[in-house]
Structure formats: structure tokens, C-alpha cells
């Protein structure tokens, strides 16, 4: 059998429609969101639609789906043409009718059916069965259906046979729908990095400047007054100096991050002793923090600027969210087979366990005030979980509200 495009042709004005669901609207929105209507053949539509063809013994097999003004085939085993008027369409009844088969052995018997052109024309479409395309919010998107030119009986094997046909393209639009989610929520993500790529590079640059004021200043007062310059003085002359080199390079670590450098290769020995307690010194200026080194801290050979930027981010935050007199901050280190693992402790306010998944996402903030009474940005861990994931770590947390909260993060040798 060849159903050709004449189908087109035939007039419907003296026929009887199917009424419009109550829900049209809803249901026109909800089938836009597969995103399917007018896509190209695929595969797995059309082996689904041949298996409903000889399943079922029929000459057509359609997956379609009933649009505003059109029934467009997604699959058509049988005929040639991908698409027909809605008023024509068979399958536009099978809208009101979403918990079971459309069904009519005879269609000429049918008062659904038997003034239809398609019946009653040159097609003479005398069998027609449509299961409902029903998706989990109860919208009819439309049918996987078979016809025939002469009446027909299906079995109820074959009738349940139509419905789980029925369930695996759901199935099918439903991995759709989550696909364009995804890609959709990739977009997003994509939008925010490169947001965040440039917000660090223009506040990187704004910090610049100022730092390179300080070390000029600096350096010029330990010119013009060093011999002036009691022992305190010259302490804090000294201290400024390292915290703006210090600083510097943090900032200079954050622009070659997000200038894409071969940041993963650029690796030198570094003393974990002497690097945390330059990252506190700055952090800690109040000296508020108890550091305990639960284990020794070596030397070892890692990149250093993406190390101090997750351990300047941890550390702050075991600081910011603090609400103990006397806080603590426990640094641990295991030298393991093929990679280090380091363990950032605290005991300040704790997360949530409901939150403990939300914390590493973009522009993410607990609404909670830190001891400064100000709100994070929801930045500092974002650029923690990205820099361990693209050096091939990863990092994991633990807390318990009041308690503390224990970063354990790994990079590889």
C-alpha cells in the first residue's frame, strides 16, 4: 500500500472533527518542549514503527504527533508522506481518549470515522488503531497507530503490544527532553564561566594596580627611612611587602587560570609549611586562628599557584564562617600512591546536609552572613571544584551544623 500526498487534497467541511481537548493549550506547549515536530528520520523511531507494522499485521505503521494545525509523522512504514491536515488525522480522536486504544475495526461503521475522506475516499482507510503518546504530566502528544485497507481484529496481545510501543517512545522523547535539558543547563554554565572568566580578570586587573602601588611604596620607604625606621617599623614595612607579593601572586595565578595556560604542566617543589602559613599570615590578620597540622607537611612538587588558590578559598571560609571564639583550622596531608590528598578542618557554623551538593555551584551562597556580616558570592568554592577537576582530582565534604566542616581534597603526583 502507497498512500501518496493526494491526502492533502481531499476537503473536510462536511465531515465530523474530533473536539479539541480541554487542555490544547497545555498539550501544544508540552509537546513544543520535546522539540521533535519537523526533526529528521531517526533510527530507533523507525525500527519502533516497523516492529508496530508487522506486529500488529497491518500495511501502515505512524508515530505521529498532533500539532496546532497539523499531524506530523515522526515514523510512517507504508506511505510515503510525513504529514497530514489535523482535521484529517485519524489519531486527532485519540486525543480525548488517553488512557486507552483508539480503536476501530471497521471504520465505515465507525461514527468517529465513517465521514472522513481518508474512509471514505480513494485511501479507503477501512482499520485504524492509535495508542496514545502519554506523557507524565497526562498530555496525548500524539499516537503510534496502524492502519489497513480492509477491516481487522487486533488480539489483546497485540493491543497490549501497541501500548508498550507506546511506553518505549516516551521513552525515546523523554531521553530527548532530557538531552535538550542538559544542553541547555551546558549553555548556562557556559555563559556563567565565561562570566566568571571575565569578572576575574577585570577585578585581577583592578587589584593589580594597587598592589604594585603598595610594593612601590614600600620599597621606597625601606629606601628613604630605612635607617630611621625603629624594629617595629621595619615589621611592619616587611609585612606589607610580603603580603602584597603575596597577594600578586595569587592574582597572577587567577589570570593564568583563566587565560587557559598549560596550568596543569607548570609544577615546582613547594613547602606546604611555609605556603599555608603565608596564605593564613594574610588571611588571619587579626591572628584569630589556631592552626594545627594534624600531620607533617612537606615539600612536594605540584603546581603551586593552583594549590594556594584552593587553600587561600578553604582557609578564608574556615575563618569567615566561624562563629567560635577560638577558631580552629586543621590542615592534614597523606602522601598516597599516585596522588596527595589534603584535609582542610574547622569548627565554625557547619552546612547543612541538604546544601552540602549546592555549595560547589556558581554564584551559590547559604544566605548566611560570615563574621564580618557580609554574604559570599558563591564564587571561592566554584573555583575550588573547578580547579581540582581540570587538574584530575577531586573534592569532597563533610559537616555537621555547629560542629565544623572538613574539605578533603586530592591532586594528583
Not at 248 to 254: A, F, P, T
Request: proline share 3%; net charge negative; hydrophobic share 35%.
Amino acid at each position: 500500500m502507497n498512500i501518496q500526498s493526494e491526502l492533502m487534497l481531499v476537503t473536510t467541511e462536511d465531515m465530523k472533527k474530533a473536539a479539541l481537548p480541554l487542555n490544547e493549550d497545555k498539550r501544544l506547549n508540552a509537546l513544543k518542549a520535546y522539540g521533535i515536530i519537523d526533526t529528521e528520520p531517526e533510527r530507533d523511531y523507525n525500527e519502533i514503527a516497523e516492529l508496530t507494522k508487522i506486529i500488529c499485521g497491518t500495511e501502515i505503521a505512524l508515530i505521529t504527533f498532533i500539532d496546532k494545525d497539523t499531524q506530523w509523522f515522526k515514523a510512517h512504514e507504508g506511505t510515503d508522506i510525513n504529514r497530514n491536515t489535523r482535521d484529517l488525522a485519524l489519531c486527532s480522536h485519540a486525543l480525548n481518549n488517553p488512557n486507552e486504544i483508539t480503536y476501530a475495526s471497521d471504520t465505515l461503521k465507525d461514527n468517529r470515522f465513517n465521514e472522513n475522506p481518508l474512509v471514505t475516499g480513494p485511501t479507503n482507510i477501512r482499520f485504524y488503531a492509535g495508542a496514545p503518546l502519554l506523557n507524565s504530566e497526562g498530555y496525548v502528544l500524539g499516537t503510534i497507530c496502524v492502519m489497513d485497507q480492509t477491516p481487522q481484529e487486533l488480539s489483546k496481545k497485540q493491543q497490549a503490544a501497541l501500548k508498550l510501543l507506546a511506553n518505549q517512545v516516551m521513552n525515546l522523547l523523554e531521553l530527548r527532553k532530557s538531552n535538550f535539558t542538559l544542553q541547555a543547563h551546558e549553555k548556562e554554565l557556559e555563559d556563567k564561566n565565561k562570566e566568571l572568566e571575565n569578572f576575574a580578570a577585570a577585578v585581577s586587573h583592578d587589584i593589580k594596580g594597587p598592589l604594585n602601588n603598595i610594593s612601590s611604596i614600600t620599597e621606597l620607604l625601606q629606601i628613604e627611612l630605612g635607617k630611621e625606621l625603629n624594629e617595629t617599623g621595619k615589621e611592619y614595612i616587611s609585612y606589607l611587602t610580603k603580603s602584597a607579593s603575596k597577594l600578586k601572586s595569587i592574582v597572577d595565578g587567577i589570570l593564568a587560570y583563566y587565560k587557559n595556560t598549560d596550568i596543569e604542566r607548570k609544577r615546582s617543589k613547594v613547602n606546604l609549611n611555609q605556603s599555608i602559613n603565608d596564605i593564613l599570615t594574610i588571611i588571619d590578620d587579626k591572628n584569630e586562628v589556631k592552626l594545627i597540622k594534624a600531620t607533617d607537611l612537606p615539600t612536594i612538587e605540584i603546581n603551586k599557584a593552583a594549590l594556594e588558590l584552593i587553600f587561600s578559598n578553604l582557609i578564608t571560609n574556615a575563618l569567615k564562617y566561624n562563629d567560635k571564639p577560638n577558631p580552629e583550622i586543621t590542615i592534614r596531608f597523606e602522601d598516597l600512591q599516585s596522588e596527595y590528598q589534603f584535609k582542610v578542618s574547622d569548627n565554625g557554623l557547619g552546612i547543612a546536609q541538604k546544601d552540602l551538593k549546592r555549595i560547589f555551584k556558581h554564584y551559590t551562597n547559604l544566605g548566611r552572613e560570615d563574621r564580618n556580616k557580609k554574604l559570599g558570592t558563591g564564587l571561592g568554592l566554584a573555583l575550588v571544584k573547578k580547579i581540582t577537576n581540570d587538574l584530575g582530582g577531586s573534592i569532597e565534604v563533610e559537616s555537621s551544623l555547629g560542629k565544623g566542616t572538613s574539605f578533603t581534597f586530592t591532586l594528583p603526583k
